[in-house]
């Protein structure tokens, strides 16, 4: 590989010899999401050679994966990465990075014809800021094209998002998704400055996480007999499924860190559990009988909440997700849980009367307490979505409203941390046009860019309740997207548009982003994304 690049390079500088091999500067600087401040001069270039240095103050591991990510961009056209040096010396012509006093995802980028300065608050504003530096590459970067030299426009930049939490959610239950796969939808992410990967992990149609003490919950839970989730549809060929082993998770885990993500799995419960039952039937309220889903929708068969058994076990479950996982935030479904076998089991009823509680609601409401008093107990913080509203939330468990902004406008108003998610702006899996019968298949719904860009998280909050959104969240479920294809498809261009909502909140314009995306899609591009053209046409 090594040979390769070299030869490459030695061609650039024969090229260059015969007065060629510069990539010019990009006419147009475009970047997504929009910075905070930004000005460009319209003439002159800071030219970036081999001999162009990333110079560090220090040797901060952290700090390096940001000069490894921008040589894995630009050596492909240079024939080699720059050299990075850590003795924070100043010299002009070369990228300087030092750390300021600025918050900690913020930076400033000049560009001026003497050098490159990036300042920012810490690793992860150098990472955006290099993010943004990508951005502003000449496009034949992106396509690979060999040059002895690239030009970068002059700039400066003062930039910082609006929101802490910017996510999106990968539902890699209803169908499997590949460690590779699960890393480009990490770099898409990385790309648009989202810094939270949500990763539903268990599921009624299938158990994707591998838990040493019980290997049912994979060895059943995560494979689905010959069937099909959607209706009439022909079945799979062959059983279907996958789960991740704790090696790939943690593997995942640091790519994602790398890219300044971080991964916030969910453990469903006490609905959407039927490939737990399939696996361990003690943990239902009939006790046996269960098998893994053939289609998709809400079942009735859920976690027992009368026995001791099911806190034991999801309880040790969670013991070892706490291990593989840094974040701070576990989410625990919490969503859709029908109280028929409830209501029908003598030990959920028996439950409900040791513990005066009035109906089945505040029996969820007191399986999620115990649920968060135990993930407290581990350093942890509950988050849910909406429906753990139901029956009494504690107040210190997070909310990630969905069905609609209702429950998370709820929520912020008697104090409880929100992410905003509603299907209304934020539900990637729903159709980006009316004209379906051209589309590939969709859950439903109707929701183009323009509808996720003009989101307002903020909607219906006073300023001291607007303080509880930590941010937003993009939802991709899967019942109809079996290829990372379709899921590329499906997420872009709206998750550039979410990511304006996140980043550059109050200083927005969709007619400005409209151009601004052409640019974008050039990397989309070139990078092998597959992604949605309703909003060019
Ligand atoms: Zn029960």
Known sequence: MKKVLLAAWCIAVSLDCFGGGKLLRTPSVDVVPRPAEMTVSEKGVFTLKPSTKIVFASNDEALLNSARFFNSVISPSLGGELTVVCDGKKASKNIQVTLGTLQAEEYQLSVTSQGVQITAGSPAGVFYAFQTLRQMLPAAVFKGETASAIELPLVEIAD????????????????????????????????????????????????????????????????????????????????????????????????????????????????????????????????EGYTVPDIWGVKEDVYCAGKESTFEFLENVLSEVVELFPSEYIHIGGDECPKARWKECPVCQQRMQQEQLKDELELQSYFVQRIEKFLNSKGKKLIGWDEILEGGLSKTASVMSWRGAAGGIEAAKSGNYVVMSPNSHCYLDYYQTQEVEKEPKAIGGFLPVERVYSFDPYEGLNAQQQAYIMGVQGNLWTEFISTLSHAEYMALPRLAALSEVGWSYDHRDYNEFKQRIKSLTGLYEALGYNYAKHMFE
């Open 160 to 287: 910082k998002p609006h929101f802490a939490y910017r996510g999106a959610m990968l539902d890699v239950c209803r169908h499997f998704f590949t460690v590779d796969e699960v890393k480009t939808f990490i770099d898409i992410l990385a790309l648009h400055k989202m810094n939270r990967f949500h990763w539903h992990l268990t599921e009624d149609q299938g158990w994707r996480i591998e838990i040493k003490r019980y290997p049912e919950l994979t060895r059943v839970g995560a494979f689905r007999d010959r069937c099909s989730l959607e209706p009439g549809a022909p079945l799979d060929a062959q059983p279907y499924g996958g789960f991740y082993t704790q090696d790939q998770i943690r593997e995942i885990v640091k790519y994602a860190a790398d890219r300044f993500i971080t991964v916030i799995p969910e453990i469903e419960m006490p609905g959407h559990a039927s490939a737990a039952l399939a696996a361990y039937g003690f943990l239902g309220c009939k006790g």
